[in-house]
């Protein structure tokens, strides 16, 4: 009898903690109540595997939704895609539906983007950070898919003059001289981030040390926290993070230790105030906004469209107080001498 | 104990699961009702829905036979996960290795391959447990880790890596040879990507009950399951029907990776499964470690995952509850367990053993 009783209470347990990566939260999805009468125009966003609480990416993604639901007046649904299994049924329900545009975030979905936006030629299809991809890898651009591209080694850049500056001039709890990064998985949406940190701490501060590493693993905190615990006992004491889920836990081991962190794509300030510095932003919400805003008015264009510093598709967040006014000057002109072409940030990691 | 054993436990704990469900549901401020008309649609409302129902379900018919094996052995494979993984890179790495080989030649390679391997990742388990008495639990949860972090090295910077840029570090793609191919006609679901994996798996369900209750050796696994020492004064050695069922689990567990590439994804890349090893322990317990049971609860289970992802897009209510849902069956079942356990403490264990043959 203990056997018959321990077996299921040990499953219960043994679920919970093998497979709890869900991190519950529930949205709003306001299509359904403000949807006026006649042929609106729809939009139905997926996201990756990320899901929407991932105070980055996918957040930013469904906050350019829920901006472009208000302003515009379209209808908009969002999905969350739990496995990447999901992602070719996910579109194909928004297509099936026949809605007007529908949204891929991010570059993991570029071969489910190509298969489904070939098997519906007439819906429109924006995929964030990518282009369609055929089942070889092959990208192929389609007549009616835009690929929104971002200038991630830009934003990379800008905040890497921060890091170089207070890193060569040991400002506050930064001593050692030493810089590291985190990315998810080697892709070149988040390497070309890293490139453009490398690029400005390189140049600015060349005796810095430079660390970079990834946690596989866009979604699991723990991964990312136990990469930031290693960069850390390795002299690490400005971690940056490109890695969506994955990276929240790399701003909590700075957190733990007290050492600064800076975030990516969203502001991240508020994830814990007084560690991250700034953060690179990537302007997901902009470029989810637009190609809404493009469809809804006709003017939607397949292909690539890239969003940079020149058009502010990326920038820099907000400053934490520790950081000096000189290294917020430096920054400043970066981003000028950036707009202006004097400076074009690496795409190719330096320090792997 | 007839009771216990038929479908009417499980039914209740999945109903009991569906209104405490709902309780989460109302306190979200939704409303309950059409979150599942929304569930129960996205998962059956339309031919092609119910085809993705299905294929979300074979791997977890698979993974839940593997892990009803080994139960019903008395021992609790959680490591269905890593020797899906394994199945799966032996059945990428040979499918795209003998990528020219014609179809009648690759097929049974391919599938041999997710078998073995799943097999023999299986019984390290079971031979330690066998051999030294290792408690399986733990070897598998460690073995699934092993295989997570090999599987990245093998798919990113190892001898796996396809020179491509798919998105996520993969596999190359395997040979059009390997493929299973979708059995519906176009014609019939647009779209469907309902494939022949599915022949598989009822195969993989009638050589499990065949196994367990038309052979020696599976009259032996139950016997050593329901009482090891029993089963020793009977003259079955349990240590080595302990390594072998874990074998067996593991080629269960294994062939469920190799239909996911075969079948689903032509190749294997990080992220490949999303838990079906876990979602297994699930579908075994409310399937009653039954041939019908685990049929019945994989397809569930496949309903509530491709299901969940419409319900959010219809309704509006976040797809994490049908992980709500699904943990809630989990403790239902535990706590009649608990139940049943008091009840049959106060007996004295005088109860009738279930008839094992």
């Given amino acids: ?73 379209v209808e908009t649904k969002v999905t969350e895609s739990k496995q990447q299994a999901d992602y070719v049924p996910n579109l194909t329900s928004y297509a099936q539906q026949g809605y007007d545009l529908v949204i891929s975030v991010g570059f993991l ?38 690929n929104l591209f971002f200038a991630q080694q830009e934003a990379g850049y800008l905040v890497g003059v921060i890091a170089a500056e207070m890193a060569k001039a040991k400002v506050g709890k930064a001593t050692n001289n030493t810089v590291c990064s985190m990315g998810g998985i080697p892709i070149p949406p988040v390497d070309t981030f890293i490139a453009g940190y490398q690029h400005a701490l390189q140049t600015i501060s060349p005796t810095t040390k430079i660390l970079n590493g990834y946690s596989n693993d866009f979604v699991d905190q723990q991964k990312g926290k136990e990469v930031g615990l290693r960069h850390i006992d390795q002299g690490c004491d400005i971690l940056f993070q490109v890695a969506g889920g994955s990276g929240l836990g790399y701003i909590q081991a700075a957190k733990e230790k007290g050492k600064y962190a800076i975030g990516v794509d969203a502001d991240q300030a508020d994830v814990a105030p007084g560690v991250v510095i ?10 989810v906004y637009d190609s809404i805003k493009s469809v809804k008015e006709n003017t939607f264009k397949s292909g690539d469209t890239f969003f940079n510093a020149a058009n502010e598709g990326i920038g820099l967040g907000k400053l934490d107080p520790v950081v000096p006014a000189s290294a917020k000057a430096a920054a400043d002109k970066a981003l000028a001498d950036i707009k202006s072409g004097a400076i074009k940030p690496k795409t190719d990691i330096a320090v792997k | 104990m007839q009771w216990a054993t038929g479908p009417a436990v499980p039914v209740i704990s999945v109903i009991v699961a569906l209104l405490l469900g709902a309780v989460f549901v109302a306190a979200t401020g939704n409303d309950p009702i059409a979150a599942y008309a929304a569930l129960a649609r996205g998962a059956f409302g339309t031919p092609y829905d119910i085809t993705e129902t299905l294929v979300s379900a074979i791997p977890l018919v698979l993974t839940g036979l593997s892990v009803a094996v080994a139960f019903r052995t008395g021992l609790f494979n959680i490591g269905a996960e890593g020797q ?66 090999v599987m990245h090295w093998l798919l990113q910077s190892g001898p796996m890596t396809a020179p491509s840029a798919l998105g996520t570090p993969a596999s190359a793609r395997i040979g059009d040879g390997a493929i299973l191919p979708v059995i519906l006609p176009n014609e019939l679901v647009p779209l469907s990507r309902l494939h022949a994996g599915i022949l598989l798996a009822a195969l993989a369900v009638a050589v499990f009950w065949f196994l367990l209750w038309r052979t020696s050796l599976g009259y032996e696994l139950r016997a050593v399951g329901l009482g090891a020492r029993a089963a020793a004064q009977a003259g079955i050695d349990p240590a080595r029907r302990m390594a072998l069922v874990m074998a067996i689990a593991g080629a269960f567990a294994g062939l469920a990776g190799m239909i996911q590439v075969s079948g689903v994804f032509q190749r294997v890349f990080d992220g490949f499964s999303s838990g079906y090893g876990f979602d297994a322990i699930a579908v075994a317990l409310l399937g009653k470690n039954s041939p019908l049971g685990i049929v019945a609860a994989a397809l569930l289970f496949g309903a509530f995952a491709h ?51």
């Fill in chain 1, 109 to 146: 979905m570029a071969n489910s983007t190509w298969k489904v936006a070939k098997q519906f030629p007439n819906v429109k299809f924006a995929i964030v950070d990518g282009a369609p991809a055929d089942d070889a890898g092959k990208t192929e651009n389609l007549p009616n898919v835009a």
């Fill in chain 2, 307 to 357: 299901g969940g992802a419409i319900m959010q897009s219809n309704a509006g209510i976040s797809s994490h509850l049908v992980s709500i849902i699904q943990a809630l069956v989990l403790f239902v079942i535990a706590a009649e367990a608990i139940v049943r356990g008091i009840a049959g403490r106060s007996r004295r264990g005088r109860k009738p053993v279930e008839a094992i043959a």
């Fill in chain 1, 278 to 287: 700034t953060s690179a932003l990537k302007r997901v919400n902009k470029a």
């Fill in chain 1, 1 to 73: 009898m203990k056997r018959l009783l321990a077996v299921p209470i040990l499953a219960a347990l043994t679920v919970s903690a093998c497979g709890g990566t869900g991190s519950g939260g529930a949205q709003a999805t306001g299509g359904a109540g403000t949807a006026p009468a006649a042929k609106a125009v729809r939009i139905g966003l997926v996201t990756d595997v990320g899901g929407l609480n991932d105070k980055s990416f996918n957040t930013l993604a469904n906050l350019g939704r829920q901006d472009a639901e208000k302003d515009l007046k």
């Fill in chain 2, 84 to 149: 899906l993984l394994v199945g799966a890179l032996a059945a990428g790495a040979v499918g795209a290795r003998f990528a020219e080989l014609p179809g009648p030649l690759l097929m049974p390679l391919v599938i041999l391959a997710g078998i073995l391997a799943g097999a023999g990742y299986g019984a390290i388990a079971g031979v330690l447990k066998a051999a030294r008495g290792v408690n399986e639990v733990i070897t598998t949860i460690m073995l699934n880790y092993i295989v997570v972090f």
